[in-house]
């Protein structure tokens, strides 16, 4: 009787459906607000994907490829910053200049680490290009906000990136299996490009990926980052005394520029393995991590050869097709080194006084919301409630562009993309070390590295 019933009901629905006027259902949800959405039905060469996000996205892009077209042109002008935006899109689209540089740059550092006669030697000249090209070989440091009192920072020791800026999850995690190929891939194609015959690219490319893979394995998973406190381990300098034994650590982090002060050890694990393999009997295959790191971190902002290469495992990694535009490389760049200055521009062109009082007002409602909902709570204690309703009020509002007044201010005069690279890598080192010095909440330029 049940099953009669339904397929009556499914009749009348499909009838229903079938006589009436499709017409009066054309203010419908997805024929309205979706409309526009809908009529993307296909996916254009360079894209791999659209969603509302990525179409958010794009018509950000667009007001922003704008702005620097403006800056580039001399229609807006940015004291004391135009010029320097000038000079490095520039830089971007000079073919000629950037395969005529390469990697020159880049070689010395290259050949003090490959000519390391000892483990010590090799450690020395590593800590340089860490400090002087920005690249993480036994630390990765970042300055943040103590996640148990954010009215300080502290300095956060991240787990260090492998080759691309790759973490463990590619070389253990069964997931990543696909992209683990595809970095090896990259690797050989790095190592062709720098000179090694096929043969040899694949025989060190293997060697390499044992080496992350042994590393990894006492590596923390992304996965064990969705908790918050995983990132905080405060440790003093005896503690990384003993993890770091094979080199002073306490001075190394003062020739970074860090002196007495807090740190959190995100990924115990990693750095003791790390320890554990700066013997002489690995020295060989550092060699080779280090030289894959530099390259890898830098190939695409040298010739048109090693840029292919980065672009090509992009694509492969996003599943992505890459259009090969060379002047959307520069605007990328651009907005990336100079994003609050850009941010600032964007801002005044796309967010309204209306709309910053709407969110105001709509933050100060949810505001009252809660208080509400603090003061008549029944199972908080009376201290936890306190300091709820303390932090509640202590909230502060920003709308748009949070503007502390510290302009980054980097300059570049470098002759070449990858010289000016260099130096605006060493402009955000020193804005992170600022942000530990005057407790600044000024997010600090991440590197610019693939």
């Known amino acids: ?91 971007a689209l000079d073919c000629d200049t950037r395969n005529r540089v390469s990697i020159k740059p880049l070689r010395k550092y290259i050949d003090n680490v490959v000519n390391s006669n000892s483990i010590d030697e090799f450690i020395n000249n590593s800590i340089i290009v860490e400090r002087e090209l920005g690249v993480d070989i ?16 502290i300095v956060y020791l991240y787990p260090v990136t492998f080759a691309f800026g790759s973490s463990a ?37 293997s060697e390499i990926i044992n080496f992350y893979t ?30 770091y034994n094979s080199f002073d650590v306490v001075e190394y982090l003062e020739e970074r520029g860090i002196k007495e002060v807090e740190y959190s050890l995100v990924d115990e694990g990693q750095y003791k393995k790390i320890n554990e393999y700066l013997t002489n009997e690995y020295l060989s295959i550092w060699k080779k991590v280090v030289l894959v790191k530099i390259l890898s971190s830098y190939a695409g902002y040298v010739d048109m050869e090693y840029r292919d290469i980065v672009n090509d495992l992009n694509n492969s990694l996003t599943g992505g097709k890459d259009n090969n535009d060379i002047k959307e490389d520069a605007v990328d760049l651009v907005s990336n080194v100079y994003f609050e200055d850009i941010d600032k521009i964007y801002e005044s062109k796309v967010i309204t006084d209306k709309d910053k009082k709407y969110l105001n007002d709509l933050f100060e409602d949810i505001r009252k919301y809660f208080k509400r ?78």
Not at 169 to 198: C, H, P, Q, T, W
Not at 233 to 241: H, K, M, P, Q
């Open 1 to 91: 009787m049940k099953r009669i019933i339904v397929l009556l009901l499914m009749v009348v629905v499909v009838s229903f459906y079938v006589i009436t006027d499709r017409n009066e259902f054309a203010n419908d949800y997805y024929d309205t607000v979706n409309k526009d959405f809908f009529s993307h039905d296909h996916l254009d060469d360079n894209e791999y994907i659209y969603n509302t996000f990525t179409k958010a996205q794009d018509e950000s892009n667009k007001v922003r490829d704008g702005i620097v077209s403006d800056i580039v042109n001399g229609k807006t002008n940015i004291d004391g910053i135009s010029d320097n935006i000038k000079i490095l899109y520039n830089n």
């Open 138 to 153: 036994f630390t990765r440091i970042i300055v943040d906000n103590d996640f148990l009192d954010n009215s300080k920072n």
């Open 169 to 205: 999850d590619y070389f253990v995690d069964e997931d990543y299996m696909a992209y683990k190929a595809y970095i090896k891939r990259g690797i050989i194609n790095l190592l062709e490009e720098y000179g090694m015959s096929r043969n040899e690219a694949r025989f060190v490319s």
């Open 214 to 243: 042994e590393i990894s394995g006492s590596s923390k998973l992304s996965s064990s980052y969705e908790d918050v406190t995983s990132y905080y381990n405060i440790v003093d300098n005896e503690y990384l005394g003993n993890i």
């Open 373 to 450: 909902m603090l003061q008549n709570n029944d199972w908080l204690s009376k201290k936890t409630k306190a300091k709820a309703l303390v932090k509640l009020d202590n909230m502060k509002v920003y709308i748009g562009i949070y503007d502390d007044g510290n302009n980054m201010g980097i300059n570049v005069d470098g002759d070449s993309l990858v010289e000016n690279i260099i130096s605006i890598n060493k402009s955000g080192y020193l804005m992170e070390l600022k942000r530990l010095e005057d407790g600044s909440d000024t997010k600090a330029l991440s590197e610019v590295v693939v």
